[in-house]
């Protein structure tokens, strides 16, 4: 079995077989009294007007797709009031802005500039990955195809840049700065991500990595570059930042769980999501890194896998054999705890910024919704 416990201070699990995201420690549950769901549609609702002008903006028929993508139009045009995707991101960012001492408003160009970036990449991984399902609805590519998704995907990515240095401050500079970085590391991350799926073994801490750039990265961006725009200096963003990475991979684990155990019906996906891409997730690289028999099936069936010619049309109940082998090596049980070292550390890092006690439970409220989420 593998035992990152002896190195790491992590407390034993307590997730059942059967439960899909693993519980907050009683201890980090001090923000009992935030809403949550009020927390991200004050960022959604702070970001959507000036996400909807840039998107104005793009030539068409990118402004059409991209309506579509954000679910403000079906596909046939029609307005709509579709599935826009959960909106941590700019949660994060006029968070963060808070807690420089700003207006929440301030760190609206960072929380739209931060989900453009997002969003970019939805629609570029929904390609690469063939995803037929987003948000409880067909993806770009499949509505509009791929030429459009690369476009339109492209387009966000260069709106992002533009909100922000449309500010001409030297904050928004220095924010632009820290969204460039982030988004190399988040195609990295992309990169590796895919390399991964044609190798046999992946280690853990490559797959921390990885997970780390991909998705850490992003979310450490909406919380500094919201901090640098309500005038943090560099300390405060970085201590930001670093919340915002660990909750990132958090995040992410998370998602590797419902990637393989979600309820389509909750997460908008389709079944058995990342194990129909040969996804190399933490619940799998844990399990095949485990060692014993139901470890060392996994290994012999993916590498049968690998060669399968018709591996795009194994059945639900191969895929739920595969899923039971990761379960049964520990692969579950182990990526649940990781969330919650990964939420814990989050937390921990906020203790080196000063900032209002109300924020600070806001942080933690939301902190504890990823890794409680089951969408
Ligand atoms: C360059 C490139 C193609 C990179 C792709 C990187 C990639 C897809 C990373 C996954 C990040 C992630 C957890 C997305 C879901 O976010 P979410 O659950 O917050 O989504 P939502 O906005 O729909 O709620």
Redesign the pocket.
């Known amino acids: 079995m593998l035992d990152q416990r002896a190195t790491d201070p992590r407390t034993p699990g307590t997730a059942t077989r059967g439960e899909t995201v693993p519980t907050v420690p009683p201890a980090e549950t001090a923000a009992d009294a935030v809403d949550v769901t009020a927390l991200l549609e004050r960022g959604r609702t702070l970001a959507t007007p000036v996400l909807k002008a840039a998107v104005d903006r793009l030539a068409a028929p990118m402004d059409t797709v991209a309506a579509y993508h954000f679910g403000w139009i079906d596909a046939k045009g029609n307005p709509a009031d579709g ?7 700019p949660a994060l960012a006029v968070l963060s802005a808070q807690a420089a001492g700003a207006a929440p408003e301030v760190g609206v160009p960072g929380a739209v500039a931060v ?1 453009l970036v ?8 929904d390609l ?1 990955d063939g995803d037929e399902q ?2 409880h609805r067909d993806t770009v590519w499949k509505v509009h195809g791929p030429a459009q998704a690369i476009l339109v ?1 492209d387009a966000l990515f260069a709106l992002a840049n533009e909100i922000l240095l449309e500010l001409g401050t030297v904050e928004a500079g220095r924010a632009t700065r820290r969204l460039t970085t982030a ?1 190399r590391a ?2 990295d ?2 990169a590796q ?1 895919i390399s991964y799926e044609h190798r046999d073994r992946v280690s853990v801490e490559e797959c921390l990595e990885m997970e780390g750039n ?2 850490g990265a ?1 979310l450490a961006c909406a919380c500094s570059i919201g901090a640098v725009l309500g005038g943090a200096d560099d300390f405060t963003a970085d201590t930001l930042e670093k919340y915002g990475y660990h909750l ?1 991979l958090a ?2 684990a998370v ?1 590797d769980l419902l990637g393989i155990w979600g309820d389509p019906e909750a997460t ?1 996906k389709q079944t058995w999501s990342d194990l129909r891409q040969r996804k190399k997730s933490l619940p799998v690289v844990a399990a095949l890194a485990a060692g014993g028999p139901a470890s060392e099936r996994l290994g012999e069936l993916l590498a049968e896998d690998a060669k399968a010619s018709d591996f795009e049309n194994f059945s639900e109940e191969e895929f739920a054999a595969r899923a039971a082998l990761i379960e049964e090596a520990g692969g579950r049980e182990w990526t649940a705890q990781e969330a919650r070292r990964q939420h814990t550390i989050a937390i921990e890092a906020l203790d080196a910024v000063q900032m209002p006690d109300r924020v600070r439970a806001q942080f933690v409220a939301l902190a504890d919704f990823v890794v409680v989420r089951k ?1």
């Open positions: 599935d826009g995707g959960k909106a941590v991101r989900e997002h969003n970019f990449s939805l629609l570029h991984d690469m987003r948000r995907g988004t988040l195609i991350g992309q991500d991909k998705t992003l990132g995040f992410q998602d908008g969408r």
